[in-house]
């Protein structure tokens, strides 16, 4: 097996039905292509994402929150100790819907990737299709960032940008923003993996 066979692990995180995971899991079929998602974790027990992982042949877990109460840091331990049993070495968040501590931000650190939809730092958190509409934002899309403490704040890796139409609905523009993002993801993780092995 020749060096550049060597694929990094990878592990998604979802709390819905990771349609960039699948976007993740598509390109990690090229035989070139220097991921493999390894395994895939969900804070909601029946996820739909997870039954899609599980078709792809790919290792699933479930953390449920609920069960750690308000305790984040005990079940950022939980994901953390599944992470690193499955030899994880880079962590990709696909719409996965918990506030990260310190804890597993800092454990992480320069591994760990969110996709966002808009153009940040505009609009960070959620709803952001109805207010980039809302702002009569006449560009938005999605950003691609390494995680750190504050929300949606870490470094961006990359963007890609389509136009807002004056009749667009968050629907519509949300449509045209999934595209990209499952375009940009599996490109932006494949060039943080080359850039940092080379």
């Known amino acids: ?25 598509e390109a990690a079929h090229a ?7 390894r395994l895939v974790i969900s804070n909601i027990p029946d996820a739909p994402g997870l039954e899609t992982a599980r078709a792809a042949g790919i290792q699933t877990l479930t953390i449920d929150h609920r069960i750690f109460g308000k305790d984040r840091e005990a079940h ?8 690193r049993d499955a030899g994880i070495e880079i962590v990709c968040l696909a719409g996965y ?12 650190s320069g591994r760990m990737l969110n996709i966002h939809p808009s153009l940040l730092p505009e609009f960070p958190g959620l709803h ?5 509409i809302a702002a009569k934002a006449s560009k938005h899309g999605c950003t691609i960032h390494l995680v750190t403490a504050g929300m949606d704040e870490g470094p ?21 923003v999934l595209k ?5 993801y599996p490109k932006t993780l494949a060039e943080l993996i080359r850039k940092n092995t080379n």
């Not at 035989?31 to 998602?37: G, S």
């Not at 819907?97 to 992480?108: K, N, Q």
């Open 180 to 184: 990209e993002e499952h375009q940009l």
């Open 97 to 108: 819907m918990r506030l990260l501590t310190p804890f597993l931000t800092d454990a992480w």
């Open 156 to 176: 961006v890796l990359a963007q890609a940008t389509v136009d807002v139409f004056p009749d667009d609905t968050p629907e519509s523009l949300a449509g045209r």
């Open 31 to 37: 035989p070139d292509y220097p991921a493999e998602i």
């Open 76 to 83: 950022e331990r939980a994901i953390d100790s599944a992470l």
């Open 128 to 132: 952001t299709h109805e207010r980039a």
């Open 1 to 25: 097996m020749s060096h550049s066979a060597k694929r990094v692990p990878v592990a998604v995180l979802i709390s819905g039905r990771g349609s960039n995971m699948t976007a993740l899991i």
